[in-house]
């Protein structure tokens, strides 16, 4: 993803500085290096690195720390503004009445986005509809169509109607009962002069909201013009980020933004409809910087609460930072947690998790496959409840009795013994991270609040303890 790389060397980088009571221009040089490599290996605009780099290494050198702060919490505070800086804001979506329209080049993931975005709505309690006016791709309504269906919201479309402009008509019409309109579009090669009027013509029809541009995270540079034309058009309000999951860096895109003085609505992470990030840039930059990133977790732990509310009541985090970690304790995790995405990835999130931590792990810690899961599942089933309480009276003897009464294979018991050996390890090294960052960790999980991060003596900058650069 974006940066991705940046958040590792950086963390080394500045954990040199760890110690040191002043700052000399050789260690925020060094600092500066690293973003600076690391941004254009991303394919950020290089100008946009050197504005950005010059302000990080003037800052630096230049602002008095508040006292108390120690150097290299300085300096990473300054490199955490700056980025949140350059990312921008996400684009203001209110929940409320609306119409969105979508354009981007062929195949930059419009209809996809275009469901993601009405699932994304539906999720926060509106009615969405999708309004699908390519008439230039033979298979485009089924697609729409399609994509309409999984996410469960309204369609419109006509197959055999010629004039997009006029599906867009009749399709705002159709769709009044629904609250939020969004308008998807053909794909353009290039902006040649006959789509280029064929889009201000729905745009003047449609009247949306705000106009969003779809592109591809794999785009490079020339996202910049694109844009750009864009934006001359029909005017550009936010941008979607595609394809995230895949090896792009998504670098061509943030030059995009920068360029036209827009932002970031969403992040595209994936072909299904729920594969859709609201962009957060001081979330993302936290998670960047290994602070984690509250403000998502929290969303995912709202949203498996909407899918599973029953199970997610039972979700209490307190019971893995206190007294044991019991088997009941490890499915109840499982599941939570398989709701809310991998468990490496959730980890990343919190703070004090990510990064340092992870790394210290054996890979396997980590790695419950859904299959293994299921078996787990299975094999609990068959144990009684003093072994679930308490798995260190499983011996060999009863081992061979949980496997036959679960038909499960006796390597597979005792993996599942080993798994929760090692999860209870893990949440050892948890218990071990400093009361204060865990509490406050809780507070805002339950509240469903912000990172936190605003301010000095966030999570890691206060050098008040526990997180990853605490110490
Ligand atoms: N991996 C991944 N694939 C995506 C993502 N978004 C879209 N795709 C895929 O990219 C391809 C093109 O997506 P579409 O949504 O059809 O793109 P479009 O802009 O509507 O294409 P045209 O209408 O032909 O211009 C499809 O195969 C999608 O499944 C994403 O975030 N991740
Ligand atoms: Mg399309």
């Known amino acids: 993803m974006v940066l991705d790389d940046l958040g590792s060397s950086l ?35 290089i ?3 050197q504005d950005l780099s010059d302000s990080i290494r003037n800052r630096a050198l230049d602002e008095e720390p508040p006292a108390g702060t120690s150097p290299r919490d300085w300096v990473l505070r300054i490199v955490y503004e700056e980025l949140v800086g350059l990312l921008g804001e996400s684009t203001e979506l209110p929940l409320e009445n609306q119409t969105i329209l979508l354009a981007g080049l062929y195949g930059s ?22 309004i699908q006016t390519d008439t230039d791709r033979p298979g485009a309504y089924d697609q729409a169509k399609q994509m309409a269906e999984n996410a469960e919201v309204d369609f419109y479309g006509d197959p055999d109607a010629e004039d997009p402009v006029e599906i867009a008509r009749e399709g705002l019409a159709a769709t009044e009962d629904a609250e939020v309109r969004i308008v998807d579009t053909a794909g353009r090669d290039a902006l040649n002069r006959e789509l280029v009027d064929q889009i201000e013509d729905i745009e003047a029809a449609a009247d949306p909201d705000r106009n969003l ?8 540079q020339s996202a910049k013009n694109q844009a750009q034309e864009f934006e001359e058009s029909i005017g550009i309000d936010g941008v979607v980020i595609t394809k995230l999951d895949g090896t792009a860096k998504g670098g061509g895109a943030l030059a995009a933004v920068d360029q036209t003085d827009s932002t970031i609505a969403f992040l595209g992470t994936g072909e299904t409809v729920k594969d859709i990030e609201r962009f957060e840039p001081s979330g993302f930059v936290s998670r960047l910087l290994g602070m984690g990133d509250l403000e998502q977790l929290a969303e995912r732990v709202e949203r498996a609460m909407a899918e599973t509310q029953e199970e997610a009541d039972d979700w209490e985090p307190e019971d893995i930072l206190e007294g044991s970690f019991t088997l009941r304790d490890m499915r109840k995790q499982m599941n939570a947690m398989n709701r809310m995405g991998p468990l490496d990835q959730v980890m990343d999130m919190i703070p004090g998790m990510g990064g340092g931590l992870m790394d210290q792990l054996p890979d396997d810690a980590m790695d419950i496959t859904e299959e293994r899961m299921r078996d787990f599942d299975v094999i609990m089933d068959s144990m009684t409840e003093e072994e679930l309480e308490n798995p260190r009276v499983v011996g060999a003897s009863r081992t ?18 080993e798994q929760h050996r090692m999860m209870e390890r893990t949440i050892k090294q948890f218990q071990g991270m400093g009361d204060a960052d865990m509490e406050r960790m809780m507070q805002q999980m339950q509240q469903g609040g912000g990172p936190g991060m605003g301010g000095p003596g966030g999570p890691g900058m206060g050098g008040g303890g526990g997180g990853p650069f605490g110490d």
């Open 11 to 45: 963390r080394s980088t500045l954990n040199d500085l760890r110690g040191k009571s002043r700052i000399s221009e050789e260690d925020v040089d060094e600092v500066v290096r690293e973003i600076q490599r690391s941004l254009i290996q991303a394919d950020v605009d």
């Open 47 to 49: 100008a946009l690195v």
């Open 109 to 130: 993931g419009k209809t996809t986005t275009a469901a993601k975005i009405a699932w994304w709505f539906s999720k926060k309690g509106l009615r969405p509809a999708i």
């Open 213 to 220: 541009l779809v592109l591809d995270a794999a785009m490079g």
């Open 400 to 417: 061979g009795r949980i496997a036959r009464g679960s038909g499960k294979p006796e390597e597979r018991v005792r993996e599942l013994l």
